[in-house]
């Protein structure tokens, strides 16, 4: 009888579990942070803590508008942060010299 | 070997009569003794200070202030055999090409003529600052690590050499180094304690006709006064007092010397070097040691790594020399942090061991006719006015040096080695982070014109037939580099001349 018990509660127990789970999963997604609409853009950046960092340390801008920008053709994090030096497209945080693509990223973290 | 002689002990109203006065003891009087001692000519070289520091002497160079704070006029200089090597830090750098040049949307820049016109007296000032082989940017190749990764673009590493220390004793100090050369030279007469007074000039004022010099008593005033009558004379008492003594000698040309066209004391300069002007971080860890200390490589010299902006990249974009140092290691706040991890992160490169450092720099400055020294109404122990100094700093200085830096933060990205963070964005934050070369130049500038120089391309106060000017105040655009080597230099230059004048 207990046993009885038992299993069905484990077996409960561990449906809820997996349904909270579930849950988490579609509201916060892979990277631990709530879904928003710029996953695309945001899921390129591989800490989002210290790009939120950085981001607040800029003027608040509106996600709309840099996620419109950031998904125009050639704006990958990455690839374009790497070019952005080279040609001569460099910005400050707060004195901090790093790649203008990084910085639009860092305040898109930052602005959802 | 002849003593150096003591000009207190001298008859009151001796005059002497030398071929060739030479007016201060300091690094430029006397390499251009050193220079001139084998010529046959008699050289008497008139030295203020004895061969140590006294007070009373110490306290003829003591002025009033204005504008930005600045070291004291007494502060920034000695005076005594030797002048203010005797607390110099022994950093040395030739003057770069681009400095000598005239410089688009730089008023009042160049030289009366170009880098080589010097060339051929470096070696010579090289071995009387003591700073071993020349190797400067050289250095590259000699030193054990590689130069930080810039990559391509304004700013370069670019090397300090530093004059010998012995011992207890810290760089080349002039006077104690030179002293015995000084005494050994049959033709050279040192004249301690002889304090010029006044350059008195012919009644055309075409010429010098004599000097006047006073002792001090033990108690600090006026003591004996004598007379020099040389044939020719060099001005050699630091870029502030040998504006003085032009200004206060306005008994022939009511102006002062040399200064028709009011330049004299005009376009005063130095190289700021203010602290903690930015952080570094380099991803791959540590420097190398070259940056941080003065260090010696295998065959003696001791080098020093510094970043430059290039001559490219100053004329493209108009910013002044500087050269930055690093100091030390920091800490990173908050931010720091999350902008290297960030950066570090977007460029795909690993920062797990990144370092990060604090930069100071030496920065030229824009030569101002507003920065001047001009005289006061109060007078010293002798009766000569005292100088009275307006500094200023503008803001165009600070903008160049961040431009600076914010090329190398752009390259540093670019070659995905590091990062940079520029520290200061106001007037304010600069003024509170500024320390001073002590470097006085710029003036008694140098100009082919009379209107725009008040010496000539050979160092010759313009429409005075035998007067010359030694040292940084005649330069006309000062560029980053710490002036020593470079004023000697010059002075061999001047010697150069002397000996073909003077013959
Ligand atoms: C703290 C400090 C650190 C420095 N560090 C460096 C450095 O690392 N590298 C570098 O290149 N430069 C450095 N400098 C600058 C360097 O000391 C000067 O460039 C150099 O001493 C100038 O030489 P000078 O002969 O033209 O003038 P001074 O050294 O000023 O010598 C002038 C001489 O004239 C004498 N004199 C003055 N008035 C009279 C008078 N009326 N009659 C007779 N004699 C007179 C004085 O007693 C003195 O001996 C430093 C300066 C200071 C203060």
Redesign the pocket.
């Known amino acids: 009888m207990t046993s009885k018990i038992l299993r069905r509660d484990f077996v409960m127990g561990l449906g809820g579990a997996v349904a909270v789970g579930l849950a988490a999963w579609s509201y916060f997604g892979p990277t631990g942070y709530p879904k928003t609409p710029f996953d695309d853009l945001l899921n390129q950046i591989i800490d989002r803590a210290p790009a939120i960092t950085l981001g607040k340390a800029m003027p608040k801008a509106s996600s709309t508008t840099l996620s419109e920008k950031l998904r125009q053709p050639g704006f990958a994090l990455r690839k374009r942060s790497r070019e952005d030096a080279a040609a001569g497209r460099v910005t400050e945080i707060k004195g901090w010299v790093v790649p203008e693509t990084l910085a639009l990223y860092a305040q898109l973290a930052a602005a959802v | 070997m002849t003593a150096l002689l003591d000009a207190r002990t001298l008859p009151a109203r001796t005059i002497l009569t030398p071929d060739l006065a030479i ?8 390499s251009l003794a050193l220079a001139l001692a084998d010529s046959g000519h008699e050289i008497l070289l ?4 004895g061969t140590a520091f006294e007070a009373p ?1 110490q306290s ?2 003591a002025g009033e202030q204005s504008g930005v704070a600045y ?1 004291a006029l007494d502060g ?10 005797n ?6 750098r030739p003057l770069d090409a681009i400095d000598f040049t005239v410089r688009d949307g730089l008023a009042h820049s160049g030289w009366p003529f170009s880098q080589t016109a010097l060339q051929p007296y470096y070696a010579r000032a090289q071995e009387l ?1 003591e700073a071993g082989p020349w190797i400067y940017d050289g250095a590259d190749k000699l030193v054990d690590g590689d130069v930080a990764g810039l990559g391509d673009g304004g700013v370069y590493t670019s090397w300090f050499q530093f ?1 010998k220390t012995r011992g207890s004793v810290l ?1 080349t100090h ?2 104690s180094r030179y002293e015995g050369d000084l005494k050994a030279a049959k033709k050279i007469k040192p004249l301690m304690h ?4 006044g350059i008195r000039l012919s009644k055309d004022g075409g010429r010098v006709d004599h000097l006047d ?1 006073a002792t001090l008593n033990a108690a600090g005033g006026a003591d004996k006064h004598f007379t020099v009558k040389p044939r020719f004379c060099v001005l ?4 502030m ?1 040998n504006a ?2 032009l200004l206060a000698s306005s008994d022939v040309m009511k102006n002062g010397i040399g200064n028709s066209h009011d330049l004299v004391g005009r376009f005063f300069a130095d190289n700021p070097i203010p602290r903690d002007t930015a952080t570094l971080v380099m991803f791959d860890g540590p420097l190398p040691g070259f940056y941080l200390n003065s260090s010696p490589v295998a065959d003696g010299p001791v080098l020093r790594a510094v970043f430059a902006p290039t001559a490219q990249f100053a004329r493209r974009t108009g910013v002044l020399g500087s050269l930055s140092t690093v100091e030390n290691p920091v800490a990173l706040d908050e931010l720091g942090k999350a902008a290297v991890v960030a950066t570090a992160q977007a460029l795909g490169v690993n920062a797990a061991n990144a370092k990060a450092y604090a930069l100071g720099c030496g920065l030229e400055l824009a030569p101002d006719p507003d920065r001047r020294l001009t005289l006061t109404g109060e007078r010293d122990a002798l009766g ?1 006015p005292r100088l009275k100094l307006n500094m200023t700093l503008s803001d165009r200085d600070f903008d160049s040096y961040r431009a600076t830096m914010k090329e190398m933060g752009r390259q540093l990205l670019a070659a995905r080695t590091g990062m940079i963070r520029l520290n200061y964005s106001t007037r304010a934050q600069w003024l509170a982070a500024m320390d001073w ?4 130049l710029g003036t008694t500038r140098m100009s082919a014109d009379a209107r725009t120089g008040v010496v000539d391309a050979d160092c010759k106060v313009h429409g005075v037939g035998n007067l010359f000017v ?4 005649v330069f006309p655009t000062y560029g980053a ?7 000697v230099a010059m002075t061999l230059r001047l010697a150069d001349h002397l000996k073909t004048v003077l013959a």
């Open positions: 007016i201060g003891g300091g690094p430029a009087g006397i008139i030295e203020s200070g002497t003829l160079y070291t920034g200089r000695l005076r005594f055999l030797g002048g203010s090597s607390h110099w830090g022994g950093w040395c600052v004059s760089p002039f006077g002889a304090n010029v007074t010099i050699a008492c630091g870029g007092e003085r003594l000569l070369g002590n470097h006085h030694a040292g940084s105040s580099s710490n002036p020593t080597l470079n004023l």
